[in-house]
């Protein structure tokens, strides 16, 4: 049955009226809709989300789960009641009983949490770092962000995919695991680590430690351009496994000359060639790196 039909019956029996209107539709068991007659008279289907969002003229219309009154994209001048965190989204009293998170990245609505695609719809799949359902291998070109929702990144096959993010077992990260969330944060954002070389015996090493891993970062930032020097480059660390941090830039972990590379065609992507240097015959060294405010990102690198 329709909820606009049954909000009508509802109202009509009296008591049973106070299940939706004395507790704002606590009674719901599930936000997700295919059609506005899938929702209540305050509501329509959010043509992206699929789930039932409040509509609203003013912010003081909307509730304290989603506190902000826009107009939703690609409805018109339709305004809706938008949200902006996760913890806002947990006040929402339309539901019992299910996790409600913010689609950040996209729709700016309170959708279920999931975690795995057969949480979701047809066509989407799961970010499981977000917990949100998404449209399932986004189309894209070029690198970095592109046209990708931010934590994601363009891969190799053209479509937009999931930033790394180091497991929790890595041991670089043991100590000083930076907190980062696709929905909340908005520091640079590492897609890519790995080997660029090995040099015996190389010029960056003393002979204590001398040769030389070479390692390709490439990151993409959305608040800015990056800088056009190495010297304007801030808050870039490398973790060992020991949990050492070091700041790459000012530490003096850059190759020379060639170490810092900004994207000519994209000024918003980067790349950062760094050396680590390691006892004679070493054969793999496993790295952690992160940006302020960015996702930690932690890679083995074989000679």
Known sequence: MQLRKMTLMLAVLGTMSLVLTGCPDGGRESLTCSTDTDCLESEICHPNAKVCVQTCTIGDDCPDSAKTCAEISGAGSQKICTCSSNEL???????????????????KVC???CSA?????????CNTTTGVCSAANATCSGVGQSTCSYGQFCS????????????????N????????SATTSNGPVIYSVERAGYQVNS???????????????????????????????SGFFYL????????VVNDGLLVPNTGYNRNTSNLKDAEFNVYLCRPTGSQTIQVGFYFTGGNPVCQQINR
């Open 111 to 113: 959708v279920p949490k």
């Open 117 to 125: 695609d057969t949480d979701c719809a047809t066509g989407q799949t």
């Open 89 to 107: 989204c947990a006040r929402d009293e339309r539901v019992t009983d299910v996790e409600l998170v913010c689609d950040m990245a996209n729709t």
């Open 240 to 247: 060992t496994t020991g949990g050492d941090d070091f700041d």
């Open 203 to 233: 010029s960056f090493c003393q002979a204590s430690a001398p040769d030389a891993f070479l390692v390709r970062v490439r990151a993409y930032r959305t608040d800015a351009d990056w800088p056009s020097t190495r010297a304007g480059v």
């Open 173 to 180: 990260f043991s100590r000083n695991r930076p907190a980062w």
């Open 156 to 171: 190799s096959s053209s479509t937009c995919t999931a930033a790394p993010v180091a497991p929790t077992t890595c041991e």
